[in-house]
């Protein structure tokens, strides 16, 4: 297993589709360059010692052979350490995309301001009532989410496994891929509830915070935006608007009037 590992780090090839750019094989990296460079120097001290001044440098090879030792292992828990930190690091820009994406989403189908607010997203999604029905175009964007969420959880495996929280978020996000299943679309307040659930498991890896003195549920400016219309929804997504929508709100003016 050590020795898998070891090999595995020193012979470490770009990362598979998905991840971002790979890393650089160990035996290239700087500050293993710079050992070996000390290394030789030391080497060939010893051989200038033993055949210049004639002594034995069976010491010198006794010290390099434990100098080479401790710089091996040195080495190893160092580049163990850096991919640990690097892993959490591309942990947290992973929560971070799946985060303002959900918010991006939350915004076309509810409102608000299009700047991204935690309290006011949670808001929104808190005052959701089976009446604020997607338009066609909100279902096929949380579905395409959905997919790729999926995507992200299969290609990306082993990158997702090392945090729980995150792979939780993912495989609930996936589930978004059903908004529109064959049988029956999902309740506003079935998607509300599964979002509130994949946005739980995103904020124990991100421990998001803002700075806002305000309690989003007790705040009613965060819910004075929300326009949940299937109108509306069309128009935040497209920048126009629906014309069947537009001849069914004429149509239902003119009969106002008419009555």
């Not at 990362?15 to 293993?32: A, E, I, M, N, T």
Request: some cysteine; glycine content about 6%; aromatic content about 10%.
């Amino acid at each position: 297993m050590l020795f898998d590992r070891i090999k595995g780090i020193w012979c470490r090839q770009p990362d598979r589709v998905g991840c971002k750019g790979g890393q650089q094989p160990l035996w290239k990296r700087f500050h293993v360059q710079a050992a070996f460079a000390v290394g030789g120097i030391a080497l060939a001290l010893a051989l200038v010692d033993h055949y210049c001044l004639e002594n034995s440098y069976l010491d010198y090879i006794a010290g390099l052979v434990t100098e080479f030792a401790g710089v091996a292992v040195t080495i190893l828990l160092v580049d163990m350490a850096l991919e640990q930190r690097s892993k959490k690091t591309e942990v947290r820009r992973m929560a971070d995309e799946l985060l303002f994406q959900v918010d991006y989403l939350v915004w076309i189908w509810l409102g608000g301001d299009r700047v991204f607010s935690y309290p006011e997203m949670m808001a929104l999604l808190d005052s959701v009532k089976n009446e604020d029905i997607l338009h066609a175009t909100t279902e096929t964007q949380f579905q395409n989410f959905g997919n790729e969420a999926g995507k992200i959880l299969r290609i990306q495996l082993e990158m997702v496994k090392t945090n729980k929280d995150l792979k939780a978020a993912l495989e609930k996000l996936e589930r978004l891929a059903s908004v529109r299943a064959s049988h029956a679309s999902m309740l506003p307040i079935e998607l509300r509830g599964l979002i509130l659930e994949a946005l739980g498991s995103l904020d124990c890896v991100l421990k998001y915070t803002e700075n806002d003195s305000t309690t989003p549920w007790d705040c009613k400016e965060y819910t004075s935006l929300k326009q949940s219309s299937e109108y509306y929804q069309y128009y935040r997504y497209t920048g126009m608007f629906d014309p069947a929508l537009e001849v069914s709100k004429r149509v239902g003016e003119e009969l106002k009037f008419a009555s």
